[in-house]
């Protein structure tokens, strides 16, 4: 297919995240006491988790910012606790992310392919994550090793799926969009990027979620069988 360089999601395409945040989670349940008004870590959980996708989204869509982001998706499980001050919320949502930087789960089969990939392709990290923990994710997870370069929304100042971070991240690494390849878990962020920048993808979609108004290269349940592709 000719490509060349191939760009890739970190945060749950190689980097478990829902697992290694939902660990961090449960620790800071238990550091500040939140079973003094939650049932237990579920409940806490089944608040936090869809805020926080709701919050990412509106990140995404340029709605909010990053501060907003970090205050709200705190706020929103600590009101209850009658815990409403930023300056304390930011403390412990910056306790969650030193945290989340130490953790290693990865995505079953993505270190398999990516030493496939690495002598065989140039290898970025293209995400939408903060640049306070992406690095350290990166380098104590064991994958700093695999990529060139790690090119961040922070950086591009937009984020995924808007065209400018793709362009930026074109231009930034001396790569040509008809040889590039996109590689992600997130149809919104990833795919529907890709596509606006003109580039192809392949979906890593576990959950077999639908398509959405079009069709991607290719799409895979198993990070393992992109080695079938490329």
Request: glycine share 6%; hydrophobic share 40%; charged share 25%.
């Amino acid at each position: 297919m000719g490509y060349k360089c191939l760009f890739i999601d970190l945060d749950d395409t190689l980097w478990d995240t829902y697992h290694n945040n939902k660990e961090c989670l449960r620790d800071l349940y238990a550091e500040y006491g939140l079973g003094r008004h939650y049932a237990s870590f579920e409940a806490f959980f089944s608040v936090y988790m869809p805020n926080n996708i709701e919050l990412w989204a509106r990140y995404r869509s340029g709605d909010i910012d990053k501060p907003t982001l970090m205050v709200e998706r705190f706020r929103r499980v600590l009101q209850p606790l009658g815990i409403v001050d930023a300056g304390e919320i930011l403390k412990m949502n910056d306790w969650f992310l030193r945290k989340t930087t130490l953790q290693k789960r990865l995505i079953p089969g993505a270190l398999d392919l990516l030493n496939y990939l690495k002598s065989k392709y140039r290898l970025f990290i293209l995400s939408n994550g903060f640049r306070e923990v992406q690095y350290l994710k990166l380098e104590n997870s064991g994958l700093a090793p695999f990529f060139e370069q790690m090119i961040l929304s922070e950086d591009a100042e937009v984020p995924k799926p808007h065209k400018g971070i793709f362009d930026y991240a074109l231009r930034n690494t001396n790569s040509v969009r008809e040889e590039s390849l996109m590689i992600g878990d997130s149809w919104d962020a990833d795919i529907l990027g890709a596509k606006n920048a003109g580039m192809d993808a392949i979906w890593y979609n576990p959950q077999s979620e639908r398509e959405q108004g079009f069709s991607p290269l290719h799409t895979v349940r198993n990070l393992i069988d992109i080695k079938r592709i490329l």
